[in-house]
């Protein structure tokens, strides 16, 4: 049976168990549950601290665990990332009071607080900068007003937090994470983690995209399907009227509107747009 770890709480537990349940997996009901069996799928999922996680995969106690990009790269856990799913998106970056005007060069020598240690060592080890990582949890931003530390090193959204502490964001980010799966490294995929891999894919993939069909004047057919190429091409099928043909495309959800607008003004009618539940491609 396979075993899979997923956040047990925080920003990546509600959307980790909702993307499971778009993928067919049973989910626990209740947030006091450790551990829930789903036998039709033969899969036993185990609710852990998200910062656990990769160390369970990577030791080869479980053999999948949904966790973020950041809190495998801080583990140092022996687990490679196997996809991306399109959620629980931040951004690190080094910042710095106001007043100082820091960049990177700045950094060496330097008393830099971050709840991630293992992330930020690696980073500035990449970049040849000898500093001191003070490692505090939970949030850093008055590190410096205190006198802990010089500068912080941690995720950033709006900056605005960072602003009302008298701080500044500088240099290049540190890493782009989301929420990702993992398995242990340097351990051939199973058949039954292929099938998780292709399930989650599918619901990704639907996400992403819609389905958008059209009718289209044979003569504007080329027109119409250079906007909606589809994934490897549009289905294209017969009307009534020999003039006209329906097209079925997959479209991006973002370019939704656009594509569109842009199918209207070549002729295009009967414009319709369907949400894609899930699929395998």
């Known amino acids: 049976m396979l075993r899979i770890a997923i956040p047990n709480k925080g920003s990546l537990a509600d959307e980790s168990i909702a993307i499971l349940k778009e993928a067919g997996y049973k989910q626990r009901s209740d947030s006091r549950d450790l551990v829930l069996v789903d036998a039709s799928n033969a899969v036993e999922f185990y609710y852990l601290r998200p910062r ?95 006198g802990v530390a010089d500068l912080i090193a941690d995720v950033v959204s709006t900056g605005n937090t960072l602003r009302q502490a008298g701080l500044e964001i500088f240099g290049d980010p540190i890493l782009t994470s989301e929420a990702i799966l993992i398995s242990r490294k340097d351990v051939p995929i199973a058949a039954e983690l292929e099938v998780l891999i292709r399930r989650l894919q599918g619901v990704v993939t639907a996400r992403q995209y819609v389905l958008m069909d059209y ?61 894609i539940h899930a699929c395998r491609l």
Not at 116 to 129: D, E
Not at 235 to 260: C, F, G, H, Y
């Open 215 to 275: 009718d289209i004047k044979r003569s504007d057919l080329d027109a119409a399907c250079a906007i909606t190429p589809g994934l490897e091409s549009p289905t294209i099928s017969p009307l009534q009227n020999p003039d006209w043909l329906a097209v079925r495309a997959m479209v991006l959800r973002s370019e939704t509107n656009k594509v569109m607008d842009d199918l209207y003004a070549l002729g295009a009618r009967g414009i319709l747009v369907t949400d």
């Open 52 to 146: 656990d996680i990769a160390i369970y995969v990577g030791s080869g106690e479980l053999e999948a665990g949904i966790t973020g990009r950041d809190l495998l790269i801080d583990s140092g856990a022996h687990a490679i990332e196997i996809m991306a799913l399109n959620f629980g998106g931040s951004t690190f970056r080094f910042a710095g009071p106001t007043a100082k005007g820091y960049s990177m060069k700045d950094v060496d020598g330097k008393r830099v607080a971050t709840a991630y240690p293992g992330l930020v060592q690696s980073h500035l080890a990449s970049l040849g900068i000898s500093a001191d990582v003070v490692r505090l949890d939970g949030a850093v931003e008055s590190s410096v007003r205190l």
